[in-house]
């Protein structure tokens, strides 16, 4: 038998870019991967071990997260469909809606992985200097696409729309995507303006103010009509049996939610500040600050952290801007001392 793996792969395969996640070493303080570092709530904890026995059965209570997501958002079971993460939320949307796929440059790298993974086209627009967003040059550039895609506070800048902004984008009447993963930690969700635009899709997630990022469960508010279609083409089963008690208890216990938010709040201001006495730090609504360090390299800065057994993330440069970029994650206040102790000794 042969078999030419070449002549039987879909041509742009090859040349996808593979996501990389944040390093993780195991004794090492990690700030990398945006994580609650103050883990779950310990409700959580015992819903899990109380449906470790029952993973022989299908997951069946998809529909009770939906009740309680709808609940938490203020709105209605029909508009909510839960998925594997953001991720899987994304990939159902690009696979439902027509593009091409509009983003904006930097942000998060999977926008555009899904669509190029689906044959789609993809093309952004670059923010402005500062990480700010040129919403009249967003709408320009965004013409010809159909599917628009936006993150609140931003992966990676931590930068925040504005209504009128968001309200903008969304008068254009083609299907608009706000990934709001990070909106625990500035408060603000835009989920309410679902009942006014039809084309508006929210992404949300358990897996950073919840703390259950190794659990995979994300879920996306959106008009009813939308999620019936969403769920056609959504797998059964995607969100398991442990996932989905977990994140019903941490709906069940928000207060150690908001507890471990405010800590994060409270750091990510210090964290801010040391930040910018050495390199230019940006200001963020998320659980993570953004940093230029040149004239270093950011890879010999976060060679120098690593050597410490602190892990950040290298960015580097961004297509269009000038700078060397690493991101650092808030973690637990004990962390954030330990970064801040290292970092100015570098």
Known sequence: MEYNLSENVKPWIPG???????QTIEGYTKLASNENNYGPSPKVKEAIRKAAGSVNVYPYRDPELREKIAGYCKCRPGNVITGNGSDESIDLIYKTFKGPVHSVNPTYTEYRIFAEALGERYSYTNLDEGFTFPVEKFIKESKNAR?????????????VLSEENIRAVLEEGKTTVLDEAYVEFHKRSFTPLVSEYPNLLVLRTFSKAFAIAGLRVGYIVADPEAIKLLDRVKPPFSVNTLALEAAMAALDDQGYMRETVEKIKKDRKRLYNELNK????YKSGSNYILADVAPMRSNDVY??????????????????FSGEYLRVSVGTTEENERFIDVLKDL
């Open 16 to 22: 996808l870019c593979c996501y990389t996640p944040g």
């Open 147 to 159: 599917i628009l895609v936006l993150c609140s506070p931003n992966n990676p800048t931590g930068g």
């Open 278 to 281: 050495k390199f230019k730090a």
């Open 303 to 320: 060679e120098k952290l690593l050597e410490k057994k602190i892990i950040v993330r290298n960015l580097g440069r961004f297509h269009g």
